[in-house]
């Protein structure tokens, strides 16, 4: 019956990130119909955002109403800690939000239920439901992106934590004496040390310090300009800056990793999010970190895997938020307008 329906019910999933607002039109078999997206009006603040979202949850609305379908539901990713008590994300270091309401404000434009989470957590879910979930019941999501998060899946299900917070990776000190201060306020976090923007920022800091590097010609000679696909671009080729920054950012990327093995004895740990996109040079750091670090012979073999959806993960998770719905697979993972 649901293999029937599938093709004529569309659900909305949003990645509202930090550099882009990505929007998917999918139908109940997770397949894409239609994309939208625009760069992220970051510096405009909340609302500003909201009505970007809006206006792209309106034109993939349109896209609905023009195939003749039927749009079941919206489910967003959101980078920040969300308090499912309360509904409202509570504090976003990337975005600089304190209490906002996405389903107060969005919800008044739009007749559809509304989910939404915290990304990493969103993430882990379309892989539960859509990827290696198919596998495996116990594993944990890296997100490594402009943050860096992690989604524990513990039997098949979700970890929240009290209120919703569970999973805040990218703030776990891992340099307690490093002067790097991370977004959220702290010093030394892995997310300072380890995300696409410390990468970034390390390589810059040693740049403008004077040292030599192929970073700078790639940069056009503005130090500013650097980012972290640069670094792991010159890191593959040879560059010894590039390749020091690229490396000690996977070795803190590893040693966080390695804790989690040994806290929560995963089958698999899966690596998504936009710095990932650098393959095998993270990869093969991460893993030798683990295999140092971690505490016995199936911990270090635990296998690291690239997120099923590459840099949609965010997007599909969000489509898996209203599917869980939908299914009543009672995956308790998600906040709505409904409660
Ligand atoms: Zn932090």
């Given at each position: ?43 405009e603040g909340f609302f500003s955002i909201m ?38 994300v509570?504090?976003s270091?990337?975005f600089h939000w304190q209490?906002v309401d996405i389903?107060?404000t ?234």
């Amino acid at each position: 019956m649901l293999r029937l329906a599938a093709a004529d019910n569309y659900i909305i999933g949003i990645d509202l990130g930090t550099t882009n607002i990505y929007g998917v039109l999918a139908d109940l078999n997770a397949s894409i119909i239609h994309e939208e997206k625009r760069p992220t009006k970051l510096e405009e603040g909340f609302f500003s955002i909201m009505d970007q979202t809006a206006e792209i949850i309106d034109l993939l609305s349109q896209k609905t109403a023009e195939k003749k379908k039927r749009l079941c539901g919206i489910g967003m990713a959101v980078a920040g800690l969300i308090n499912k008590n309360r509904n409202m994300v509570e504090f976003s270091p990337n975005f600089h939000w304190q209490d906002v309401d996405i389903i107060g404000t969005l919800g008044q434009r739009f007749s559809l239920p509304i989910y939404f989470d915290n990304v990493t957590r969103v993430m882990a879910l379309g892989e539960l439901c859509y990827g290696v979930g198919k596998q495996y019941k116990n594993f944990v999501f890296i997100n490594i992106g402009y943050g860096i998060g992690a989604g524990i899946i513990i039997d098949g299900q979700p970890l929240l934590g009290a209120v919703g917070m569970a999973g805040e990776f990218g703030h776990i000190t891992v340099d307690k004496d490093s002067n790097t201060q991370c977004d959220c306020g702290n010093f030394g976090c892995l997310e300072a040390l380890a995300s696409g923007q410390g990468i970034a920022r390390a390589a810059r800091n040693e740049l403008k310090k004077g040292a030599q590097s192929n970073l700078l010609e790639m940069c056009g000679g503005d130090i500013n300009k650097v980012t972290a696909e640069m670094v792991a671009e010159a890191a593959k080729k040879g560059d010894s800056l590039a390749w020091n920054i690229f490396s000690q950012a996977a070795e803190y990327i590893g040693l966080g990793i390695s804790a989690l093995i040994n806290l929560f004895n995963p089958e698999v740990v899966v690596l998504g999010g936009g710095v990932i996109q650098a393959g095998e040079i993270l990869f093969d750091n991460v893993r030798k970190t683990i295999s140092a670090r971690a505490l016995n012979r199936s911990a270090r073999g635990v296998p690291l895997l690239p997120a099923t959806f590459g840099l949609k993960a965010a997007a599909m998770g969000a489509v898996s938020l209203v599917m869980n719905k939908l299914l009543n697979l009672e995956l308790e993972c998600f906040l709505s307008k409904e409660k």
